[in-house]
């Protein structure tokens, strides 16, 4: 026996409509997750951390933009009845971040009334490693009581964990090798956070450099793969730093001395994590992310609730 999934017969879609909608009795709803990617070829990380989470099926999709996406969300949401929708989902990622966030933007204004799914941003994996790093500083150091400097802070990484420093109260200098660059990441992030303690600076010269580490507790470099921001020598004689944590994992390290296993690591009087410690809560996060997909039809996972998520699942009682 089946039956009609209700509403969704004749459907009209542009020029075409719908056709009838089937499911059998007693069948178990699969959770799909469709994977909409920026790059032409999605992402396979994406693709094994989805399959790991829990989700039975994947559909991958790459060289999607903002333009062509709205009839892939269609198709989402079309062909089960929306009481079913809690099983499907959408994930926007691609190595190209402001692209992914324009998807992410069009893909929730296609969505309407019962006809929605849950959506979740990770474009380059930047809103999970954020929300790991900030994480991680937060098991060591009062935030709101912390002066933080944020190397490559224009970077889609360093933005959005200068974003979340500045969400629990931290004084927060975000570093570019351009002071513009710089200035118009703060005045985006100051428009988030009215009258946040906030400063551009520029790290091209050693005066820049040696200016916007005076005085902090906490170090982030979150620059491309294999640039070191800053020499040994630099970070270890800055008398205030607590906690130093370099997201590279290619050599050599943004941070040199700072190895990409560490995790809480004592260094003289320094704490410091490198990549894969900061990465194992990392994927915690991205995993969970993905399961809470398909506990409703209206999750909406961008950088702060990806956070708030992660600050639930490992610090309940902050």
Not at 66 to 76: F, I, K, R
Not at 119 to 141: E, F, I, R, Y
Not at 159 to 170: I, K, M, N
Not at 238 to 248: E, F, P, S
């Amino acid at each position: 026996m089946c039956r009609l999934a209700d509403g969704l017969n004749d459907r009209p879609t542009g020029n075409r409509s719908r056709g009838f909608v089937f499911r059998f009795f007693g069948d178990i709803m699969k959770n799909i997750l469709i994977q909409l990617d920026t790059d032409s070829q999605p992402s396979t990380f994406d693709r094994v951390v989805a399959v790991d989470a829990g989700a039975d099926h994947i559909f991958s999709y790459g060289g999607v933009t903002a333009d062509n996406v709205e009839p892939l969300v269609h198709g989402a949401i079309f062909t089960r009845n929306p009481s079913d929708l809690t099983h499907t989902a959408i994930f926007v990622g691609g190595s190209h971040v402001p692209t992914g966030e324009a998807v992410y933007e069009r893909v929730k204004k296609t969505l309407f009334g019962p006809f929605s799914v849950s959506v979740m941003m990770d474009a380059n994996g930047s809103n999970t490693t954020a929300a790991a790093t900030v994480l991680c500083a937060m098991k060591h150091l009062d935030l709101s009581q912390t002066s933080a400097l944020v190397l490559a802070g224009t970077g889609p990484v360093g933005y959005r964990v200068a974003q979340l420093l500045l969400s629990q109260g931290a004084t927060v200098s975000l570093a570019s090798r351009s002071l513009d660059r710089s200035r118009e990441a703060c005045q985006r992030l100051a428009m988030l956070y009215p009258g946040a303690k906030l400063t551009a600076c520029e790290s091209a010269t050693a005066a820049g450099l040696k200016s916007a580490t005076d005085g902090i507790q906490l170090l982030v470099a979150a620059g491309a793969a294999g640039v070191s921001l800053i020499d040994a020598d630099q970070w270890r004689s800055i008398a205030t730093l607590k906690l130093a944590i370099d997201l590279n994992a290619v050599a050599p390290a943004g941070i040199p001395g700072v190895e990409v296993m560490d995790k809480a690591k004592e260094r003289g009087d320094i704490l410091t994590y490198g990549a894969i410690g900061v990465g194992g809560t990392k994927m915690k996060i991205h995993h969970a992310a993905v399961r809470r997909l398909f506990e409703g039809n209206d999750r909406r996972f961008d950088t702060s609730a990806i956070f708030e998520l992660g600050r639930h699942l490992l610090m309940p009682n902050v």
